[in-house]
């Protein structure tokens, strides 16, 4: 079945930086786009980062400048390496991707202190 595990979430300050990871398996992970999504407390689950199968990202306006999703279809792996971390960032960041259905991970907690 189709496996997505997210890793790489912590407690960051204002500024900082943190680098997710998703590692996916049950696909034929080179011919799916990856997506990272984000839920924090009380609001919608929003999306983050997009990556195509090409390689062409794209991004939330929030996020644009700061975040960067990249993938290797050699390890299965999508990442998310976010810059100039900001309290509002502050969320349970999910890895998703779709065929015929939705596949989700379970999610990392990103907290930023300000």
């Known amino acids: 079945q189709v496996q997505l595990v997210e890793s790489g979430g912590g407690l960051v300050q204002a500024g900082g930086s943190l680098r997710l990871s998703c590692a996916a398996s049950g696909i034929i992970f080179r011919v799916y786009a990856m997506d990272w999504y984000r839920q924090a407390p009380g609001n919608q689950r929003e999306l983050v980062a997009s990556i195509t199968r090409s390689g062409n990202a794209n991004y939330a306006d929030s996020v644009k400048g700061r975040f960067t999703i990249s993938r290797d279809n050699a390890k299965n792996t999508v990442s998310l390496q976010m810059n100039s971390l900001k309290p509002e960032d502050t969320a349970v960041y999910h890895c998703?991707?779709?065929?015929?259905?939705?596949?989700w991970g379970r999610g990392t907690q990103v907290t930023v202190s300000s």
């Open positions: 998703h991707t779709s065929d015929s259905k939705d596949y």
